[in-house]
């Protein structure tokens, strides 16, 4: 798959057809494994580098990851992110054996002007739940947000309420939660509060954008790896 012959016209198409098959309600409340999928490149380069960290929920110990490369020629675009970087993360997630209960990106879920961010796209395309965890706001208005870690608002876009806001480290600024597919907006906040850690990117995120960055430095290999769960990742 790859979406390098798509135009900004037919990529648009494509969200306004995808987005009325999300669904809102969580599919599997009893998750037992918990992942993070994150993508790295060099700048000015088409190729990508893909990562995909399995860890046990809700104590978050690493279990496996896997790696791959791909290219795109899709130019990156706000509010168009998954035709550059899905196709690449499907082929990490194809390596997968024993496919994690969620996954959660790095990037929007409903939080988008069309409801088709990155993790919405993903979850579609591969029926699984998912959820979306941005660095930035792109879509939405939430109310002042205290200072203290674990405070949370949510994002409405007119009366409907799409995502949250959430302070993950206090006096540090927030990450923005969304459900991607097959999760609910309310439980995507539960399911992410428990994924925080002592940094402000939730720990399976956080280790997808570490392990994902030593693949592109060489330092790991592409394919699908088994870990020692005795041993810290990172």
């Not at 690493?62 to 790696?67: D, F, G, K």
């Not at 979850?123 to 405070?151: Q, R, W």
Request: charged share 25%; with cysteine.
């Amino acid at each position: 798959m790859n979406y390098d012959d798509f135009t900004i016209e037919m990529a648009t198409r494509l969200q306004n057809e995808m987005k009325d098959r999300i669904s809102l309600k969580t599919r599997n409340k009893n998750i037992s494994t918990i992942a993070g999928a994150d993508i790295s490149h060099e700048v000015g380069s088409s190729k990508l580098y893909a990562g995909i960290v399995i860890l046990s929920y809700p104590d978050l110990i690493p279990i496996s990851y896997s790696l791959a490369e791909g290219e795109s020629q899709f130019e990156y675009k706000a509010e168009y992110l998954a035709f550059r970087e899905v196709p690449t993360l499907i082929k990490a997630w194809e390596q997968i054996p024993v496919k994690p209960d969620l996954l959660i990106l790095d990037g929007q879920g409903i939080t988008h002007p069309r409801r088709m961010g990155i993790a919405s796209h993903f979850g579609l395309l591969t029926n699984h739940p998912t959820i979306g965890c941005a660095k930035n706001m792109l879509h939405g208005k939430y109310d002042v947000l205290e200072d203290e870690k674990f405070s949370y608002r949510p994002i409405y876009k007119n009366e409907e309420k799409l995502g949250f806001a959430l302070r993950t480290k206090t006096n540090v600024k927030p990450v923005f939660i969304s459900p991607g597919h097959h999760v609910s907006v309310d439980d995507s906040l539960e399911i992410m509060n428990r994924a925080v850690q002592k940094y402000r990117i939730p720990e399976p995120t956080r280790q997808a954008h570490v392990m994902v960055n030593l693949f592109r430095t060489g330092q790991r290999q592409a394919g699908y790896h088994e870990l020692d769960v005795q041993l810290p990742l990172f």
